[in-house]
């Protein structure tokens, strides 16, 4: 290809063919745009240069001039490593390396000037910098650019002295070889409206800036460059998929569907759950495949809509299925459809993994002839096994513990694709929910049923437990139910599980008048559903468990929820369990108790579900507060493509604004073939070409 950015790095002035090697290898560097999109990971303003003697512990990076004035080298056994004494006149101080010793022996030298570079640490009396950045200090540099660009290198690299400073230098004449030939990859127009930088000076001052101003500015363009295609494809690939994969046709709303509206609702629904049903009808009527996301916080009602979509297609003639996580929630599930729907005919059946034998077989027959109109169940229902006669709609309830492997499954259930309606309690910033989930188009209900009372949350210490303990007392008398959640993890397990036990003999003691249960994941599975059911008619009335409970469990008249040890939950895992109290018309309540010091961020937490009951309000905290953590970590890979500048959570404010720029295109430009946009269209095929180019290799 005659494109100059695609020529082998091979050929650039300083590299050649063993260091293109390394760079392939190494930094997964081929051609010369993917060295000029290597990007720095950090910048050093270089004209601060500091004294010894002032420097102060919890320093960030210094920057020091001098020389050092004796080596102390240890070259054998386990505590090999060389310490030079280095000075500038107004202190000593020690540069120490542990590692690349061959090396650092033959280069580094005493009695000539360096620059050095390096977050100081006290050791002993002095101060001391382990593997600083070191290199000779003269006339090279007084350098033109105030910041000093740094980039990631590898053990390899390090060894075969490609640094940070050489890449930058191969950066540089990578620059000279495009320079003037560097093509725009966002058209006049977006440049304009959004006042960006140009490419080749955005690409420039992000490798070289010369002040404080010039690298917000080109970061802005990279970044929103790079957000722009990553909407643009996601919004293309979700208009190609509706083109391709046709879906059933739902003509009509039909007798069990007006019948369960006008005769069985047990109470009116909320405006947000009308405007979704609405919007899963109308996807249903198109004759294509609905993949439809539904958003809405605990407690808002999601199981009536996923009940009237099933009706929905069982008024056209196909079957449904409605998937839960866990059995307990499948199980509760089935009992909440079925008291729905009362003495309506439909045939509603369950189908997990512990139903076995002659159970199993009749439920598999009748799906397969037909009589199973909805079936409920857990990951049990996507077995090759499971033969539906006409699967027309499955319902996915919380959604992050299905995959999309797991998703796709579903359809191979029908000689085409079922519709699939996913529903969610995470609540993630609606911006990221559209970037993540990728194809699917999403739906919120953003509404509580009315006359909930919102729950009280209350942060309590350890040493107030009997005010928690009078709180639930008074509670029981009034007749309510209340969750006890203990924590659990892995790592931790056998001594969280004896916190457990030991909550729960304690409790027995205390409310020796009131019958009190457990549930933990160790249990069987029909001990659980034991306790679990138990609990659901009130025979027990204190509920100890750990998070088995978290998600979707329905038991109106609970009206507390203590979480023990609550800072070791994260905030979506609190919301999710406060969410299962608040469900009737009485005042609920969520008690969160901790021991007494709490770190500032813990504490910010604690604060904020006490303040806040709304869960997307909530999410956005969290996700301040983790910072890019481990919903990063999920969000990166559910992205078409990897990104190399923009953060998925940090830069969320410029995604909605590059998604909006994005439809606007899609929408305004539908065939493609608008002059002002040629540009664009002409970059997304190139980036949709590399990225198969990518997955054929991988
Ligand atoms: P989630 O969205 O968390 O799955 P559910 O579907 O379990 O919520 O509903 C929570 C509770 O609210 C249930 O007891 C349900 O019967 C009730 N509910 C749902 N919709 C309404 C409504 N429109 N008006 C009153 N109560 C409702
Ligand atoms: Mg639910």
């Known amino acids: 290809m005659s494109d100059i950015l695609s020529q082998d790095i091979q050929y650039l002035k300083g590299v050649g063919p063993a260091r ?66 280095f000075t ?118 992000v490798h070289y800036p010369n002040s404080s101003k010039s690298l917000p500015l080109a970061l802005h363009r990279l970044k929103f460059e790079e957000l722009f295609y990553l909407q643009l494809d996601i919004l293309h690939y979700a208009k190609d998929r509706k083109k391709e994969v046709a879906g059933f046709l739902f003509k009509k709303v039909g007798e069990q569907f007006l019948t369960f509206y006008n005769d069985h609702l047990p109470f009116e629904l909320t405006e947000a759950q009308k405007r979704v049903i609405k919007e899963i009808r109308s996807d249903m009527r198109k004759g294509q495949q609905m993949n439809r996301l539904l958003q809405g916080d605990v407690g808002s009602g999601k199981t009536m809509v996923a009940l009237m979509s099933c009706l929905l297609a069982i008024d056209n003639g196909f079957q449904a ?77 919380e959604q992050h513990r299905f995959g999309v492997k797991q998703r796709s499954k579903l359809w191979e259930k029908n000689i085409r694709p079922p519709h699939v309606l996913v529903m969610t309690a995470t609540p993630i910033p609606r911006t990221l929910a559209m970037t993540v989930y990728g194809d699917l188009d999403v739906s919120v209900i953003d509404e509580l049923p009315p006359g909930r009372k919102p729950i009280q949350t209350l942060h309590y210490y350890s040493s107030d437990v009997d005010k928690m303990y009078a709180g639930i007392r008074t509670e029981l008398k009034r007749g309510r139910q209340v969750y006890i959640v203990y924590p659990l993890i892995e790592e931790s397990e056998k001594s969280d599980l004896k916190n457990l036990e030991d909550g729960y003999m304690q409790l027995t003691e205390v409310f020796s008048e009131y019958n009190v249960g457990k549930v933990h994941g160790k249990m069987k599975s029909q001990e659980k559903e034991a306790a679990m059911s138990a609990f659901l008619n009130n025979e027990i009335q204190i509920l100890v468990s750990t ?63 006490v303040e806040s009951n709304d869960g997307f309000v909530i999410a956005e905290e969290d996700m301040k507060l983790r910072g890019p953590g481990d919903l990063e970590g999920t969000a990166q890979s559910g992205l078409p493509f990897t990104l190399k500048i923009a953060n998925i959570i940090k830069d969320n404010k410029l995604m909605e604004e590059a998604r909006e720029c994005a439809t606007r295109i899609m929408t305004s430009d539908p065939d493609e073939n608008l002059s002002d946009n040629a540009i664009v269209w002409k970059q997304l095929k190139r980036l949709k070409r590399n990225k198969e180019n990518f997955s054929d290799i991988s």
């Open 20 to 85: 293109a090697k390394l760079l392939n290898s190494e930094l997964d560097v081929y051609t010369l745009k993917d060295l000029l999109y290597t990007f720095p990971y950090k910048y050093v303003d270089r004209t601060i240069i500091h004294r010894i003697q002032d420097l102060e512990e919890d320093m960030p990076q210094v920057q020091l001039v001098g020389q050092i004035v004796d080596f102390e080298r240890v070259t054998k056994g386990p505590h090999k490593r060389i310490v030079a004494t």
């Open 88 to 205: 500038d006149g107004t202190g000593y101080i020690e540069l120490v390396w542990f590692k690349a010793l061959k090396y650092i022996n033959e280069t580094i030298k005493a009695n000539v000037p360096y620059l050095i570079l390096g977050k100081p640490t006290v050791f002993g009396r002095r101060f001391s910098i382990a593997h600083p950045e070191i290199e000779k200090y003269d006339e090279e540099n007084t350098r033109q650019n105030q910041f000093q660009a740094f980039y990631s290198t590898t053990e390899l690299l390090k060894k075969r002295n490609i640094s940070s400073k050489v890449i930058s230098h191969l950066i540089s004449n990578a620059f000279d070889a495009v320079q003037g030939k560097l093509a725009e990859t966002l058209s006049p127009s977006i440049i304009n409206e959004k006042g960006l930088l140009s490419l080749e000076k955005a690409l420039y001052d």
């Open 321 to 397: 299925c409605i998937m839960a996580p866990t059995e307990i929630l499948a199980e509760q599930h089935l009992a909440t459809v079925r008291e729905l729907l009362g003495n309506m005919n439909v045939n509603v059946e369950l189908l997990t993994g512990i139903v076995k034998g002659k159970e199993r077989k009749r439920i598999l027959d009748d799906l397969a002839s037909g009589k199973t109109q909805i079936l409920v169940g857990t990951h049990a229902l996507i077995e090759p096994k499971v033969h539906f006669l006409n699967l027309g709609l499955a319902v996915i309830d």
């Open 547 to 609: 998070t088995v409970i978290e998600v979707g469990v329905n038991v109106p008249n609970a009206s507390v929820m203590v979480i023990e040890e609550a800072d070791r939950f994260g905030l979506a895992q609190l919301h999710q369990l406060r969410g299962r109290v608040g469900r009737g018309a009485e005042q609920s309540y969520c008690i969160l108790m901790t021991h007494r010091r709490l770190n500032e961020n813990t504490k910010r937490r604690m604060d904020i579900m």
